[in-house]
Every structure is written in C-alpha cells, then in structure tokens.
C-alpha cells in the first residue's frame, strides 16, 4: 500500500525491513498483534523536532484570512476577538483551542526575607517594581541561625541568577527549605497562570477523536481537566522544537507521556505565546491526540499569534 501510495522505488520487502527497523528504534509501535504499525511517542517526537515540514495549503488560507480582516479586528472587543480566533482555529483543525488573555508575567525578584514565628515561617517577597509578596508557611522547628543561613543562601541565588535554583539546596537546608520551595512554587504557579476569561473552544471535535472512544474514563479525566482546572493546560513546560515558517516565536510541543498531568498521556499539546501591550504575554494553544496534523496546528497558532501581537502590541 505504501509503495502504490507514495510511488516509493522500494519493493515491498524492503518497506516491511525498513518499518521492522523503525519499530526496533522505538519510532513506530504495534498496539496488538492483529493492529498494523503506528507511530509510538518518540516516533512523533521525532517526527516534530526534526521532519515537520511548512503547515501547507491550509496555513496560508488562514494567514490570508486573518490578514484580511485585520483592520476589522482593530475595532473588535478583545473577548470577542478571542472568541473569534479560538472558533477558527478549531473550525480548522477539527480539535480543542484554548486562548488567554494577555497578563503580566511573572514580576523579577529583588529579595527574600524569612521571619520565623513557633511552627510558622513568613516568606516575604519583594520583586523590582517594589511590590511585597508575604506567605505564610508551616515549618518543622528550625533554629534561628538555620533561617538566616536559608535567607543568606535564597539571596545569593536571586543575586546571581535573579531566579532560585532548587536543584541546588544544600542538604543542611532542605528540611527547612523544602516548605519554602512548595510554597514559592504553588504562588509563582497561581500568579503567572492568570486563567480569568480563558477562551476554549472545539471540545466536541476533540471527544469525537477515536483515542477517547477507547476508555470513557479518560475522557472524563479529560472533560473534568478542561472544564475545572484549565490551568493545569498552561503549566505545562514541555520540550521546545523548531520553529516553522520562519518566524522567530517560541513553542511548546508536548506529546503523551512527556505531560506531567497524567491525565494529557494519550494527549498532544501546541502552546504559542504572544505578546501584550506593557509586557503582558497570552497563550494561543491546541489539545488534541498524540496523531494530529502536528505542521498545521503549529503553523495556525502561530498565524493566530503573530495577528495578536500586530494588534495588541
């Protein structure tokens, strides 16, 4: 079928060796004995990081759409502008988009200071705009020396990566510095993933894939995952590949079992920032199954992306 299909000069022995070969690699799997061969998650790792060719026919119609009605959009309130954009690019690819609205990032941090008080220890945080960030964290006893050696510690990593190093806890502060390191983390997580006004549209294109007709209790794992905690979408910090189309814009490709929410293992996920106004940063993202049109949702978000940042920018 391959050789009558793509006009291959291979005779169908050599296809059969070649997909063996691919198989050994890890690039293609067998999900049963009676099944053909598929791609397995490196197979579209792979596939994504080194093979993805220019988003095709498809791309360029939408860039022509976009750009338009671009001075249509510069009269258009944000939210339905959103609205409008999510719609496309799922009417497009047939799958889930989700959309943020630009927010601030994550301000830089100036200083730490702890406090400690009984069983409680006072984080308190001051970012390069002046502001003050306090938490209120529960701690196993510490003696004061051993909170002033944390601090000591937490300000020479802000002085000379102006971010904390986790990794790089001394063993004689993690007891005391573990509680701190959770607490951090959860704030930077509820401060920086600002959900309010998320744009999802396409969940009946993506139920409809036949990855969740197999087990309804993932798809509801997934429905709940979409509805409820759509931030969790946006926390993701997956592998960075190429860009394509040329344009100079970062994005995430995460796929399967490279998710660290469990429930995203049969899932793959395109996430493109753009740019706001005052160096906000919003997301325009696809979820869909590990086999999706990988050129063509990249290739969309960014054309998505780029039309954002011309007018919001």
């Known amino acids: 079928m391959l050789v009558q299909r793509f006009h291959l000069n291979a005779s169908p022995a050599t296809v059969r060796n070649a997909m063996v070969w691919l198989e050994r690699q890890g690039l293609l799997r067998q999900p049963h004995t009676s099944a053909g061969r598929i791609p397995s998650q490196q197979g579209y790792r792979h596939y994504v990081d080194a093979l993805l060719p220019q988003g095709g026919s498809q791309v ?96 020479h990593q802000l002085q000379v990566g102006e971010q904390i190093d986790w990794q790089a806890l001394p063993p004689q502060h993690r007891s005391l510095g573990r509680p701190v390191q959770l607490a951090f983390e959860n704030h930077v997580r509820q401060s920086s993933l600002a959900v309010d006004g998320m744009v999802a549209v396409g969940l009946g294109g993506l139920i409809a894939q036949p990855e969740f007709h197999q087990g309804r209790h993932n798809l509801r794992d997934l429905l709940q995952l979409v509805e409820e905690r759509p931030e969790e979408l946006l926390r993701e910090q997956p592998q960075q590949c190429s860009t394509v189309l040329g344009a100079p814009r970062l994005q995430h490709v995460s796929i399967g079992r490279e998710h660290k929410t469990p429930t995203l293992a049969a899932c793959g996920l395109v996430k493109v920032p753009y740019g706001g106004p005052q160096g906000t940063r919003g997301w325009v993202a696809v979820l869909g199954p590990m086999r999706m049109a990988y050129e063509t949702i990249i290739g969309s978000a960014h054309s998505v992306a780029a039309l954002l940042e011309r007018l919001l920018g």
């Not at 988009?97 to 990032?105: D, I």
């Open 60 to 155: 360029q119609l939408l860039q022509q759409e976009l750009n338009s009605l671009r001075l249509q959009f510069q009269w258009t309130a944000l939210d339905d502008l959103l609205h409008f954009l999510a719609g496309r690019l799922a009417d497009l690819t047939g799958l889930l988009a989700l959309m943020t609205r630009p927010v601030p990032r994550t301000p830089r941090l100036r200083t730490m200071r702890l406090v400690s008080s009984g069983e409680r220890l006072v984080l308190m945080m001051v970012d390069w705009g002046g502001n003050v960030v306090t938490l209120n964290i529960r701690h196993p006893p510490a003696l004061p020396q051993d909170v002033l050696l944390l601090e000591r510690w937490l300000d």
